[in-house]
């Protein structure tokens, strides 16, 4: 019969999967890989990150984000936003200029790259001619002086990127009135600052690197001031009223220079290194702010001493005799300060400090006394210690989701009251239908709660399984002890740490149920916990038992890692959830496989060597069962038998990082010439060289593989196990060599659950002939759906399961779907998706596709991920491939295996150790950034400004100008780019 | 009762192996030495004896690991049955007169009760007739060359059969480049060859694939625009059933084939065996769908002990293997052992009656042990 029912024929069915099915990308949640340039609009109270791979991102209140991505996958060196506009520049490392633009697009905007410009110098000049080193746009919003290598400095007029030949600086113009014996020992070299006066826009001060400062009149063409530097210049700073300003240099000094009409060539104020008088680094930032009360901020980045802090990524912040000295955990790229952008407030007062680092985004509240950090609500360090691994789970009951936030709270005392300084833009996206919970388990031991309900992946509670355990490093141990007299005054911020203490405590499996508060989180080194949510604080005693999977397999010995040791007597958990009971595997394998049923307060766990299910009532290991095959030598002694694990563990991290610089954003865009090229190249050279070809090995799997006895999934269902007329709970666990393991259980009723144990036995054993993984176990009820999640029904979330009907299972391995008939188990339909396309499943989840055209129909469907990368809709019970997406580049192995669906058909995915990638498969659940940007109308009169009228713009650009705009209001929408009207 | 303890654990330690005969509707259940098994003609004796069937001329067959049911007449495939039973040996005995020949051969044991592939392919096996040479059917094919009448020339399709461990596909592949000719010309396209044959492999003995062969197609499907994971992935997906068309690199081999155009197959003087007979080949079109694998699936627990948390006195979960466990030992009849031990030097020997249908439905029924 199914062959004849072919699937794509039946019009009814196709017109019905476009209202249930659709593909989209929709937000990166987390913090771009490899930042490179950030950049901050005042105006707009926008921030910009570029990164290495040529991605732009804009952010702005929470749910407010834009994203481009230049052509050329090169990386961003910096961004400026043009005054005043929605529109921005970036620089990148190939020199070329793009302007990027919000704008309108059919009732919705988004950014947009609207031209790109390529400065070329005269013929024959070298390309350090037109090399870019700073980029000005000026405040008429006319014009852009981009300095260079070599010390000109090049006029084009926006957004036409004409070079205005006729207004170029050169450096014989500046030079012509410089000091002859300081131009001698050095010539212009390259422009490192170009800093607009905040009073006069028709002077601009540049700076050169070997140190030369100058005031240039735009007007007259000329210089007006000579500041003779004799330091390697880093960066300038103008303070707000114009009559000073400041220069940092490479040897860690700043310098005050006076700016006043008589004086042409004034000596510095003030010259001082802060961190003297042993050589230091260089200060390669500086901000000079005003305050009411007199006191200025000076806020600089680097400057330390060489020898013995020359290492730490530092930026100082000196508020009279309060001085910090804020010690980040990786490189900073580059930092911003909040201040009053009011033009007519005589002060900066600066409210925060935001810093991105090459890691994280820290973001330190200014005005609270001890200047706190903030907890940000978006760009979250996802990767703080490696992700290990993810779960998601939907709809979260409001009682669960208050009391989670209850406990997040309590561990975010120490971040700053402060709301979210950077607050442009306005997020107009319909709240989020659900609360959705996205874990995720970390290598250090951690699980981290997120709330993945909308476009900001939030941290709500994190979770440290650290405490059960005696580990060698003591918590206490790195509690910096900093005396009052400590100089420098280092102050340690930021989340991220990568160095996992002992990788064993490394989290391999979650599963929380959401209508009970139970967790279950089992780990490297065979350790199963679960939990319990807990309000209060409290100090008890974890039960804990051990679990023997090798049994009477004699003979062997595990080579790899010990257990953890667990800590005598009561611990002490923080409030949230804490962990009751935990089961060790013996040997300490990473557990592969985890169910967890709080309805029968049953937990069952799986490793390389068998499974085991326990009772988290009676506090007693129901049974185990080894898997192995008696030759499977190496799952025997450990995947870790040879090497010591710490050291594993690191170099794993440095292939995780090495890949994902691979696997970096170049996939994405359009492949631009250079590039196509370039690959030919490669194509060309390597036939050329006529390699040793790759080969593979075709050969049947056996039994004698190895690692057959790992088990790969593990599934608890109340269904018709032994015979058609009782149905029973059973436990299911199916192998990596293709083995399905059914065991019956007997739970005793709820008024005997304590006095009974619980039973088990063996009624079935599958052995698939095909030998591939079993990567999925369900069974669907009478009507053919799905059994719900334990407590589904009782929490009439669910309809009860049709116990009349005959159940089915379906078993889902690498390379085929099976159906098969219960009790008596025969195979009833079967789809080999390997056998036919080549291509393995990786993931397969139930996923519940709503149409978008009528809010009563929903269907159930299987969304699976294979390992090309492909996404396909497989329909339930009659395993009928229905449409298939290209997701994830088949080469991005850690994207593949990070991929978690969620129940109404989204997902995530790592697209680097640091961002998911969330995607949709239906038309019905999307989840994507739509926001408003404020923009003041600039009128058609200011516009049409002829560059002899430029001086006449500039002038115009006064605050009153400003005050007198009208606001506009545009909805823009995000990263992808759709207008899916959301309903 | 001295019965050796059925199960792996048991047979595998004792070196004493379980036999387990069956001669219509009758079985006999007796143990073997492993290490000795004797001579076919002293087992064939023993079994004569054992069924009581003394001057009757029988076939014997067993059923090896993987299902299928392959004959026992000499010393040779007797000892390769003993030594490959696992872990007890099944053996069926027919009368020579009303021997159904075409009950040996792959996939015999499975075939059978594959109901649903016989409803959609009703014209499968019975609609063939058999064609009965020199009893090919004592041999099983390991490879063979089909649909000859349909392919060019320059292609040949292959078939290998894989039976387990013992021999390896063994044959490895790579990415390459093959010259088309298409509407614009000569044009190099991509394409996987076979980049090495394993000494002693299946696909080696059968002479049948080369290296440098392109792989055109697996089992129907084209590979063209696939990648080497993917056919890889592919044909191990179909290694139990795998079928090649390859472009052999060597195309002289091909005016042979040219010049017989009966079309039939297992003309490669190369092949080590003497390869399929026209029934196979007629059956399995490539892109059919082929009903190759059956899972195993073992109904209660075969070694009840391996569960000690799960009491077997709990009323609720009787443990039908205990069942069975009674059942054989109120039936079991006794023979002297003076008798029993014909052939054997040392082993307690036992017998058991075991009252079924003679149909193979017992294989998925509750309450049986069935180990292929």
């Not at chain 1, 010539?187 to 490192?192: F, K, N, R, T």
């Amino acid at each position: 019969m199914r062959r004849f029912l072919r699937p794509g024929h039946d019009p009814v069915r196709e017109r019905l999967k476009r209202d249930l099915f659709q593909f989209n990308k929709t937000v990166e949640h987390g913090f771009p890989h490899q930042p490179s340039a950030l950049g901050y609009s005042p105006f707009l109270r926008l921030m910009a990150i570029g990164t290495r791979s040529g991605a732009i991102k804009l952010y702005g209140a929470p749910g407010v984000e834009f994203m481009g991505l230049h052509e050329e996958n090169n990386t961003v060196m910096q961004i400026h936003f043009i005054p005043d506009q929605c529109q921005l520049v970036t620089l990148l490392d190939d020199n070329s200029l793009h302007l990027w633009s919000l704008k309108q697009h059919s009732g919705a905007s988004e950014l947009r790259e609207e031209y790109r410009f390529t400065l070329k110098g005269p013929p024959g000049s070298p390309p350090s001619a037109t090399q870019i080193t700073a980029v000005l746009p000026h405040s008429s919003r006319e014009v852009l002086y981009l300095g260079t290598e070599s010390g000109n400095i090049f006029v084009v007029e926006l957004p036409s990127f004409r070079v205005l030949e006729d207004r170029t600086i050169t450096s014989e113009a500046v030079l012509q009135r410089v000091p002859e014996d300081y131009c001698n020992r050095r010539s212009c070299e390259l422009v490192e600052a170009l800093r607009e006066h905040p009073k006069n826009p028709d002077q601009i001060l540049i700076g050169y690197s070997r140190g030369l400062i100058v005031l240039w009149d735009l007007q007259n063409n000329k210089v007006t001031h000579h500041f003779l530097g004799s330091q390697q210049l880093e960066n300038l700073y103008w303070q707000r009223d114009g009559s000073k300003f400041i220069s940092c240099h490479y040897d860690g000094s700043y310098t005050q220079w006076p700016v006043s009409g008589d004086n042409r060539q004034p000596e510095p104020l003030e010259n001082l290194v802060p961190y003297g008088p042993f050589p230091c680094k260089a200060i390669s930032k500086i901000y000079w702010q005003t305050t009411k009360n007199g006191l200025p901020y000076i806020i600089f980045q680097g400057g330390m001493p060489r020898a013995s802090y020359g290492d730490r990524h530092s930026i100082s912040v000196v508020h009279g005799s309060q001085q910090t000295a804020f010690d980040f955990t990786s490189r900073v790229i580059d930092f911003f300060i909040i201040f009053s952008s009011e033009p007519t407030a005589e002060f900066d007062d600066p409210s925060a400090m935001v810093v991105l680092a090459e890691e994280e985004l820290v973001v330190i509240d200014l005005k609270s006394a001890g200047w706190p950090a903030v907890h940000p609500p978006y760009l979250a360090s996802l990767h703080c210690s490696a992700i290990t691994c993810s779960h998601h789970v939907s709809n979260i009951p409001l009682k669960l989701w208050e009391r989670i936030i209850g406990a997040g709270s309590k561990q975010n005392i120490h971040y700053s009251n402060m709301p979210w300084p950077i607050d442009g833009g306005t997020n107009i996206a319909p709240d989020p239908p659900q609360r959705d919970l996205l874990l995720t388990g970390h290598e250090d031991g951690t699980v981290r709660f997120w709330d993945a309900s909308g476009v900001c992946l939030h941290l709500l509670y994190k979770l440290s399984t650290v405490r059960v355990f005696l580990t060698d490093a003591d918590p206490n141990d790195n509690m910096n002890t900093l005396g009052e007299d400590e100089w420098p005054p280092l102050r340690k911020v930021g989340t991220f740490d990568p160095y996992s203490d002992d990788p064993r405590l490394g989290i391999q499996k979650i599963y929380l149920c959401k209508y009970s508060g139970y967790l279950a989180v089992a780990g490297t080194a065979g350790q199963v916990l679960v939990m319990e949510l807990n309000d209060e604080e409290a100090e008890h005693v974890v039960d804990h038992a051990e679990a023997d999977l090798l049994q009477d397999q004699e003979g062997y010995r595990w080579k790899g890692h010990e257990k953890l040791k667990t800590r005598d007597g009561p611990v002490r958990f923080e409030a949230g959830f804490q962990p009751f009971v935990l089961v060790q595997c013996q040997p300490p394998a990473v557990v592969t496989s985890l169910a967890l049923h709080s309805e029968w307060k049953l937990v069952a766990f799986g490793t390389s060597h068998g499974f085991g299910l326990f009772d988290h009532q009676q506090k007693r290991l129901v049974f185990v069962k080894c898997t192995l095959h008696p030759s499977d030598q190496l799952a025997l002694e450990g995947p870790l038998s040879r090497v010591k694990s710490l050291k594993k563990s690191l170099r794993q991290s440095f292939r995780r990082i090495r890949r994902s610089r691979v696997s970096s954003r170049k996939r994405r865009g359009g492949s631009g010439n250079v590039q196509e090229a370039n690959a030919k190249f490669d194509q060309d050279t390597l036939q050329e060289m006529e390699l040793a070809p790759v080969q593979r090995k075709i050969e049947a799997r056996s039994a004698e593989d190895s690692f057959t006895g790992f088990v790969r999934t593990l599934y608890f269902a109340d269904t018709f196990l032994r015979d058609s007329s009782r149905h029973c709970p059973s436990l299911w666990a199916g192998t990596n060599g293709g083995t399905v393991y059914a065991f019956c259980l007997r739970v005793p009723p709820a008024e005997r659950r304590m006095d009974e144990p619980v039973r088990a036995e063996q009624a079935k054993e599958i052995q698939l002939m095909h030998r591939a993984p079993v990567v999925g176990i369900l069974v669907l009820d009478g009507r053919s759906t799905p059994l719900p999640e334990p407590l589904e029904v009782a929490h009439d979330l669910s309809k009860s399961p049709d116990m009349q009907g005959s159940h089915q299972l379906l078993v889902v391995s690498e390379e085929q779907f099976k159906v098969f008939t219960l009790p008596k188990v025969s195979s009833k339909l079967k789809l080999k998706l390997t056998a036919l396309e080549g291509c393995r499943v990786r993931k397969a989840t139930v996923a519940n596709f709503g149409s978008c055209k009528t809010d009563d129909y929903s269907e159930n469907d299987l969304a699976v991920l294979t390992n090309l990368g492909d996404i396909q809709i497989i329909s339930l019970p009659f395993l009928k491939l229905q449409i298939r997406y290209p997701c994830i580049r088949k080469e991005d192995v850690s994207g593949i295996a990070s991929c978690v669906f969620t129940k109404y058909g989204q997902g995530f995915y790592l697209i680097s150790p640091s961002e998911f990638e969330r995607f949709s498969l239906s038309t019905k659940w999307l989840v994507e950034p739509r926001c408003i940007v404020d923009v003041p109308e600039v009128t058609s009169n200011n516009h049409v400004h002829s560059k002899s009228g430029m001086e006449n713009a500039a002038r115009k650009s006064s605050p009153s100008y400003i005050l007198a705009q009208q606001t506009i209001q545009l909805a823009c929408t995000g990263a992808s780019g759709s207008c899916q009207e959301h309903t | 009762m001295n019965r050796p303890h059925r199960g792996a654990a048991g047979s595998r330690g004792l070196g004493t192996m379980e036999v387990k005969s069956k001669f219509g509707a009758e079985f006999r259940r007796f143990s073997l030495e492993r290490s000795k098994p004797g001579k076919f003609e002293e087992f064939y004796g023993l079994l004569q004896h054992v069924h009581k069937i003394p001057n009757v001329d029988v076939l014997v067959g067993y059923t090896d690991i993987h299902g299928d049911l392959l004959p026992i007449n000499n010393d040779d495939n007797y000892h390769k049955a003993v030594s490959t039973a696992n872990p007890l040996l099944r053996i069926f005995i027919q009368r020579k007169e009303d021997a159904d020949y075409s009950a040996f051969g792959t996939d015999t044991m499975t075939r059978k009760k594959n109901v649903l592939s016989n409803v959609l392919r009703p014209d499968n096996h019975k609609k063939k007739p058999h064609i009965v040479i020199s009893m090919p059917q004592d041999f099983r094919p390991v490879s063979s060359i089909i649909d000859v009448d349909i392919l060019p020339e320059t292609h040949r399709r292959v078939r290998l059969y894989k039976y387990g461990t013992d021999k390896p596909l063994g044959f490895y592949i790579r990415d390459g480049s093959s010259v088309r000719v298409t509407p614009h010309g000569l044009e190099k396209v991509p394409g996987i060859f076979i980049s090495r044959l394993v000494p002693g492999g299946l696909a080696q003995s059968t002479g049948l694939l080369a290296v440098n062969d392109e792989v055109l197609e697996v089992n129907g499907i084209e590979v063209s625009g696939k990648s080497l994971d993917q056919v890889t992935d592919m044909m191990i997906a179909n290694s139990r059933n795998l079928i090649i068309t390859v472009r052999p690199a060597n195309q002289r081999n091909n005016i042979v084939r040219n010049s017989r155009t009966s079309g039939s197959s297992g003309q490669s003087t190369e092949s080590s065996l003497p390869s399929s007979t026209p029934n196979i080949l007629a059956n399995l079109l490539p892109g059919e769908e082929e009903s190759d694998e059956e899972d195993i699936i073992i109904e209660g627990s075969g070694e009840p002990q391996q569960i000690p948390k799960a009491a077997p006195t709990s009323e609720s979960l009787e443990s039908l293997t205990q069942i069975e466990l009674l059942h054989e030992s109120t039936q079991n009849g006794f023979l002297p052992s003076s008798e029993m031990n014909l052939n054997h030097s040392a082993g307690s020997i036992s017998m058991e009656y075991e009252v079924q249908g003679p149909d193979h439905k017992s294989l998925e029924e509750d309450g049986t042990i069935i180990t292929l």
